[in-house]
């Protein structure tokens, strides 16, 4: 992965433009060209009960016209004249209510790097935020960003690789290997160091009611996917203290152990299962993301 080229989905107007700020740092760090790209939508346009074909056709141009305007002032407050030149930007304005679905559609059509957005947290049981859509429906990895991240990246922050070896198949073997290999180009764009985790999930029921020792049980779960670990680290060189394996529930141990290293970025796999879409529950990743106090970059097998 060489973040030669990225897509970035801009902030309404009113917000702090977090994935700009995110990829302009970037590309000071060595990232590559960059597509900002801003949506804008009105349900009376897309309907013919209220206005004429032709009234709506001049009330998008002026809405399309505004947004124009508000993104050449946004470049103007970012980035001097003299300096556009270095950033390689390029803006695009899209008429369209499913972020998500265009850029799925778009990612199929160019290839991309990299989707830089900033991270949105609004959940109920009945509605699964923008998010977590582009997760399931995006084969490009997604840098989803926060503000305090960003201070976290210029102190040198590491970034936090998260593995899972609960099983040894193909399938997992594969995305393992994703996610360590795009947090080690991750880490090195930044200039930092490389972390892994794994969450030992072990039953908390079961050691509420001490028919479990956790020690035992972690020591001999770390016994068994030993080899595993090994083979899959092998190649970086990683010494034993950036290989980290606490006890509990994956989202909540891994961002814990993301605050403990003032990681910058946790790397982590996506592979949602279709039952657990139509329910509207997430995986993993979509669990950290839930809980996160860094970027998160996903990364699909």
């Known amino acids: 992965m060489h973040f030669s080229s990225i897509l970035t989905v801009l902030d309404k107007p009113k917000h702090r433009q977090t994935a700009l700020n995110k990829t302009l740092w970037l590309q000071q760090h060595g990232a590559g060209s ?135 198949d193909a399938k997992h073997r594969h995305l393992n290997a994703r996610v360590l290999q795009a947090g080690a180009d991750y880490a090195e764009l930044l200039g930092t160091d490389l972390h892994v985790v794994f969450a030992v999930e072990i039953s908390q029921v079961l050691r509420d009611l001490d028919l479990v020792d956790a020690k035992v049980s972690r020591k001999k779960i770390l016994e068994k996917i030993a080899p595993l670990v090994d083979r899959t680290v092998r190649a970086y060189g990683l010494p034993k203290n950036r290989l980290h394996f606490p006890v509990g529930k994956a989202g909540q141990v891994i961002n814990q152990q993301a605050y403990d290293l003032k990681a910058s970025t946790v790397v982590v796999g996506s592979c949602a299962h279709k039952v657990q879409q139509s329910m509207g529950l997430g995986n993993t990743a979509e669990r950290i993301l839930w809980k996160a106090r860094s970027d998160v970059l996903v990364v699909s097998p």
């Open 34 to 168: 960059a597509e900002l790209v801003s949506f804008y939508w009105n349900a009376m346009l897309d309907s013919a009960t209220t206005f004429s074909a032709d009234q709506r056709r001049k009330m998008r141009h002026e809405m399309l016209t505004s947004v124009k305007a508000w993104q050449e002032d946004l470049l103007h407050s970012k980035i001097s004249t003299r300096h556009r030149e270095d950033h390689n930007l390029k803006f695009r304005s899209i008429w369209s209510n499913d972020i998500a679905q265009w850029l799925s559609e778009q990612t199929q059509k160019r290839r991309y790097d990299l989707i830089v957005k900033s991270i949105h947290k609004n959940k109920t049981l009945l509605y699964t935020p923008t998010d977590w859509k582009i997760l399931r429906s995006v084969k490009v990895p997604v840098l989803l960003t926060g503000g305090k991240a960003l201070k976290a990246a210029k102190k040198k922050g590491p970034v936090l690789a998260a593995l899972d070896f609960k099983t040894a």
